[in-house]
């Protein structure tokens, strides 16, 4: 049987699922009696509920974090959808799917993957072909990257996200580079996959998308940095200056200095790069922005960092008229 | 005999041959005689010099803004090269071909102006389509338009470098209309074309380029939608919503309000026309600053509005070990 | 008998009115059995409420936006009143006073509209004068003008605010015009009535103030600058520089880019109606904001946005001894 | 008995004990009958409250801002603490210990002040050591100087606060004032102790810690400046230069315009109370927020006004191998 | 014989006149003679010269700052004017009329004087009323307070400016006052008679305008607030309450923290004070900058500080067909 | 015989010395005859000078960059020193002492690093302890610590400035470690000697103080951790979370993201260092600033950086009236 995902829910219906459970708190009702209030998740959002029965077993059984199979009965409260939980047991992580709790990429990860090395396996600079042999050859390394998220919610924020946003970004730096004379495509191509490495090590994606101690320390750019210095260590005569200007393409990726960039982009590359990254983050952003919006009209409701409405209504072009 | 452009001047060599007299002021020396000080220009760049004799004479012949016939000696003064002038006489615009004086897209206007009128043509949103028949027509919009620099100092500030960059934004919008599903392609490309159509008459650009009054007190974004307004009349039925969609890709161009778009960038498309146009314009005016810095070294100069030395040395891929 | 508002309600009573449904949320109590919350408001404010008893019978009678009749009991819930509602019907709209339900100026409209026309007929400008005949000529213009609030939250956000706000400047202007020798008093009234015209497009204010579609897309300066380029085809050969001089007048009210204005007031006329602009709608806001604080003591609560509490205690001139 | 703080409660005991009743809201249950939303504090925070029954005899007798004795049992309601009422009795103010009801310093006042006192007497400038003559010989101002707080949330939040906060200062300022040569170590001193003095008025501190009119009206500074210029007119024959120096230290203290001072520093001897205040502040205030964090893990929660969270676990040197 | 000033001299006239010897600088011929270049300046402004002859007897007898009498030849070099000096003796300040070398303004000091007593004599508040009577009574502060300049550079910038500014705004206030209700006029004009008084110590004005010591170290506001203080206590029983609202103008009189006012208005008449005088002193700024500039066109050179050329061109209403 | 030095010339004498030729640059007489305008410079300044005489012989022997031999006289030339050159002669490097060109710490650089190594050897943690043995082992670094700039520009910019820098912050770092309990000397510390070692590469300093190719590229920051990575690797079983702490120590010392600083400080350590470090730049800044001042009076020249005027007048602690 299929899981049925905390977006498929309905106000009046039963459920009879495993969810994971986000957060868990005792209170009194007036009577005394103690009653729970949980969150429960998937990868398709989260619900709150509330425990009325069976309140100290239940709190014995189950912690935090934990996979939990759940009997209940949906309702309403305050506009959002409450689960009135009549039972709930922890189930073990190896029972279950954990590619059901965690968002992930809908493209396939081995074609993804098999397009970037497709694309470094036609670098005409024999350091740099050799740079990502050494990448590719590292098994650790390459099941994180392909795993890793892009971001913790603003963009790509979903396992897989990294590989897509990078794809993407490839893709279009072949288009540019093709495009403007005097840009070396390979320079620009290995700073578009080696941008955001360290996110492989920034972020955490186990259970959930979070910061890691290391990330919150030094950043996803200073961990990519020390990321690729390893690997250039593998590229015998890895010549020093054109090392220098594939770190700066790590260094300057955000563009200026109230981004995160120690430095600004100072080569023709590292500013293609920066505008690339920025492009393909806001569209996925604003994308997924719109498409997880379930309001009707024309219009998404505020978005708060970036200001503004966002236009969601029909184009002429839809049309027959247009 | 072709010209002797202002560039190709050296310490130590005569010159016979006509420029724009940009400056023109009188000074004494010590002993009571008056001399001259005059800026010569062309489309290469301009020159300092003085005229020690026959002051009075020359004086009465020559205003600001004149092409000079001038006779003169080249030498140096204080590192830069100085013109010590002989003789200037007057020469009627007439008999000067204007081009040599403004400087000017070095491609080809025609095949530049066919290409974008290729891509209109394949347009299948019919009401667009239409409203570019409408501009096609109109000659004196035409020939405005492939005329116009795209700004007075800080991209294809030249002559015909509106049409330019347009014409690169265009081919690059069908790249990433192409790239990324959900994108009117027409309407991007409309937004593309139609963006600076107010350059045509915020700037003047006969002698020199700089900002006509309209320009200064109303900003290109605004004209321009004036202009589209009245072509939008020409066209039966056009849509509204498409007109406001269209308009808005104009309003919202330069992305902030910060820059001077009275909102910000709303619908996919006109996200997509603000990358495109702000990656477009930072790669030529890096090219342009790297091509005309004539020092030695890996780095420019200090760029004071970008705040960075640009890096212009070699890449590996350059070298044969690379 | 009159109608009994929002504002006046207190815990307690017992109501029988007529009010707008602007929120409908259905709910579940633990035994299972639905409830509503529901949002009702009118002119003077808005209250929560709570529907026990009948609850599918009155979602199945009424939708959010109808007019409803309601009988309730007042009371209070966590500090706030609450409505609990004891029956609700759905009322035809022609059947209400549609101002009842959106706050108004309290001042006469006609008499408002009377006096900036005695102003533009005082006019000395022939071209002026002429260009306002045109608009108090245009019945539809007219009827929105003198009904259009002048923002949704900020000043003047009320049925007829723009007419109010923009009187309230023309007579300051005449006072200021007075005041500094050189100033043109017709261009700087024109630019005062005009300057905000755009707002009847870019709200809408039948049952609620919001933006509209246009609104988002353009913004007001961008509406105002269209709807005056086709008033300004009306009045015959209407003076090239005048006419771009009053546009600049549109264009830069707001004072800065960061404000939303492409180009920054750079006539005296200009710098004038920006500063009367800014202090009518603050003195507004700040009083419209102390008028509403119902908290005792010296001081309003913190005004997020002007980033301050605004002192509404005594002044020295109100007392005996001051 | 010792009392029973906020800071001590526990789900599921009873509690018999004094609180200031921060607030109290009637509300209305279902079946319309009253009852009472309260808030009650002391120096160790604040707890939310219910009153079920005989809510009327009750609100006759207990307003906000009594101190009230109440019997209650502890529960948890949504994941806080609820405290539910079964009595309340109103108790006079001079029954309470008030420091029960304020957070204070844990530091000996009275050896603080004679500190600072012992700092000033080693003053070599006679007309500073004179004017810490007349500043200490205050009474009034020394029983407020003691017993302010330094500020109503950011850092010393507590009685007692200033004073700490200014030792804290002027020990670190005899350090620096020794390391760098060239400072005048008097004046340094001089301006420590004086630069938040206006604190004193600026804030209120009987029953809680809030702004007072004149604070608000003309911030700590101004008052500051106030209080030392009433000061000096005692000290004779005080030099008027040495009177500018002192006042600017106290006016640049903020460091910035942008924070409040009128002037940035411009003496080394401003620049470095700047400094000092600076890294005092900021020390005590992550060590208080870090302290008051109840969360496990190496992260406190995000700081908003600072934009991080801060970490909080161990570091090597804590453990045997470091 | 009435003065030639500095905006008189035109190349190749001589001249015979007293100017301040602003700069004065010894540089050497290559023959190894000694020549100085010098600076001479009046209320009109500055022109450079040099002295080829006599230089060790001049240098000998005139000092930078002195009143030199001067012999002179009026030339152009480099597009400037310049005075090639035949002869220049050393003049008793006590021979010269002071007001000839700094700009004044061009109204009746006693008249405007006499119209803002006129309209504090009308104020209906005693107390602000006697604190007026104590201000005008004190010749000293009359003194200074009509011949203080009301800035160094950017607004009525000479001497007398300061009464001027603060008429015109008082004249201004009445007005406003007038139109808004609930307006306190007596508090607003005491704000503004008082807002700059600071002004008087903060700029030194006897030869040119530039800081003091006092004003560099504590700003026109701290200094005001310090003779506010003073008056306040020569009337007797002035409440307290009004006393801090109308320090509370001076105090924040500039707006925001980041123009240098420590608290922002939060009064009506604060907010009212700080748009008239922005008001007043942006247009007064924008007025002597487009009479100053002498070149011809539609448009001031580029204002750096306010970031836009001025429009100086005609308006349609100067002309027949307006 | 000893050097005279830049600063030392003085109008009127000869002089027969060694000097940095910084630029040369060859111009014309009207005559026809070419001269040469050079820039000599030491490690006190530089100085323009001229060159009449046997122009090509000189020009063929001498390159900018070339230590050369100068016979001159000094005059003066528009208020500034020019010297007049009889003749040039290139000086091999060997000949000179290089010390001589760049300005160098006036303390002892010996006892200044032998300070550091016993502040480090008195470490209790193990491995930070082991981590220094391996810098201080490390002699090429050493050699380049002891002798890099702090910065080309701002502060410590002479030859030995780094170390001075870090020995003044570690001296002040073991005071404020005193000071605040719960502070880890020795990571704080190790912090403070490692946050700038990127500048050894970051800048280039033998003829000259300039940014390197890789410093524009990289920063100081990332180099230093790229330094500080390579030393970890040295020591064995260098604690991970340790090595993270001590990296953030780098990472976050310019405070925030805007100053080129990825991450802000998130330890108590870090922001202390963040503090320190701007404290110590800020008060060397500024005494160097006005130390070099020539001027008299009071107050420095306007500081653009710091956008205001130091005073450097007295305090009257100078005084014996104090």
Same mark, same amino acid.
């Given at each position: ?26 209170? @009194?009702?007036?009577?005394?009696? =103690? ?7 998937? $990868? ?26 759940? $009997? ?48 470094? %396996? ?24 392909? $795993? ?6 603003? @963009?790509?924020?979903?396992? %897989? ?58 950043? @996803? ?26 770190? @700066? ?32 983050? $806001? ?30 209504? =029909? ?8």
């Amino acid at each position: 049987m299929t899981k049925r995902f905390v977006s498929e829910l309905v106000a009046g219906s039963a459920i009879d699922e495993v969810f994971l459970l986000a957060q868990r708190n005792m209170a @009194h009702k007036k009577d005394g009696n =103690p009653f729970l209030n949980v969150t429960l998740s998937d $990868r398709t959002g989260q619900v709150k509920g509330v425990v009325w029965d069976q309140v100290e077993r239940i709190v014995a059984a189950v912690a935090e974090g934990d996979f939990v199979h759940v $009997r209940a009965q949906v309702s309403e409260y305050r506009g959002s959808l409450q689960v009135v939980v009549k039972d709930m047991v922890r189930v073990p992580p190896e029972q279950v799917d954990v590619d059901d709790f965690l968002e992930a990429t809908t493209r396939d990860v081995g074609k993804m993957l098999a397009r970037l090395k497709e694309m470094t %396996g036609r670098m005409k600079t024999p350091c740099l072909k050799a740079l990502f042999d050494a990448f590719w050859a590292d098994d650790a390394f390459v099941a994180a990257y392909v $795993r890793a998220p892009a971001a913790k919610l603003m @963009h790509h924020a979903y396992i %897989g996200g990294l590989l897509e946003h990078t794809l993407s970004m490839a893709v279009l730096s072949e288009m540019i580079a093709g495009h403007y004379s005097g840009v070396d495509r390979d320079l620009l191509l290995a700073g578009v996959i080696l941008h955001d490495v360290g996110k492989t090590r920034e972020l955490e994606y186990t259970r959930s998308i979070d910061y890691s101690d290391e990330g919150r320390l030094l950043s @996803h750019i200073i961990i990519g940095l020390s990321m690729l210095d390893e690997k250039l260590k593998q590229v015998p005569d890895f010549p020093e200056l054109q090392a220098q200007l594939l770190k @700066h393409m790590i260094v300057s990726h955000h563009g200026t200095r109230a981004f995160g960039s120690p430095e600004p982009p100072k080569t023709i590359e590292a500013v293609l790069l920066n505008f690339i990254d920025e492009m393909d983050s $806001r569209v996925n952003s604003i994308r997924e922005y719109v498409a997880k919006d379930p309001s009707d009209g024309s219009w998404t409701p505020y978005h708060r960092l970036l200001e503004r409405h966002f236009y969601k209504g =029909p184009r002429v072009s839809d049309s027959p008229e247009g």
